[in-house]
T-cell receptor
């Protein structure tokens, strides 16, 4: 079974609008972490935001927020006030603490295009 | 601070050839990782290391070997290249409890023909 599922291969958003990128996960661990990374066309991976499974509040980092719904096993990324520079691939990832080793399982990604 | 550097940027190998992908970080991170990214897919962990002299397998280790003799360097060795190893390879590093915040190198694009 896929540990991370991103069902949106591509998304479009108008500049200055907000957009939500979906991510669902599958784990039987009680302790885990969820992350989002951005991969611009240049290829590097950029860490955006982290949510621990025991964190009660949704994580926020500037224009990024993580909508964490534990019962639904979802960890959607919300980008507010989209900018042209937000156009990139976005990957959701999960770390299972019990499997240890800081192993991150990545989804297949969502390509976001911001339209001027 | 150069961060995480990888060499080479691009490489074409013939089937059966060997090569080493180099990775160096100057942030004194204890954790280092190798991932591969196949076209249209997310990253998959090949090997990781939690410190000098300690390495362990990730999700897709077959066909690869690693060593970690220093904190800074974490080379990835391909012994007998196969077309299935055509991919983009990313090295990453992180520090201790902030292992979720991994810093990635620019990647090496490898083609095996």
């Amino acid at each position: 079974a896929q540990k991370i599922t991103q069902t949106q291969p591509g998304m479009f958003v108008q500049e200055k609008e907000a957009v939500t990128l979906d991510c669902t996960y599958d784990t039987s661990d009680q302790s885990y972490g969820l992350f989002w990374y951005k991969q611009p066309s240049s290829g590097e991976m950029i860490f955006l935001i982290y949510q621990g499974s025991y964190d009660e509040q949704n994580a926020t980092e500037g224009r990024y927020s993580l909508n964490f719904q534990k019962a639904r096993k979802s960890a959607n990324l919300v980008i507010s006030a989209s900018q042209l520079g937000d156009s990139a691939m976005y990957f959701c990832a999960m770390r299972e603490v019990q499997t240890g080793a800081n192993n991150l399982f990545f989804g297949t990604g969502t390509r976001l295009t911001v339209i001027p | 601070n150069a961060g995480v550097t990888q060499t080479p940027k691009f490489r074409i190998l013939k089937i059966g050839q060997s090569m080493t992908l180099q990775c160096t970080q100057d942030m004194n991170h204890n954790y280092m990782y190798w991932y591969r990214q196949d076209p249209g897919m997310g990253l998959k962990l090949i090997y990781y290391s939690v410190g000098a002299g300690i390495t362990d397998k990730g999700e897709v280790p077959n066909g690869y070997n690693v060593s970690r003799s220093t904190t800074e360097d974490f080379p990835l060795r391909l012994e007998l290249a196969a077309p299935s190893q055509t991919s983009v390879y990313f090295c990453a590093s992180s520090y201790g409890d902030r292992a979720y915040e991994q810093y990635f190198g620019p990647g090496t694009r490898l083609t095996v023909t």
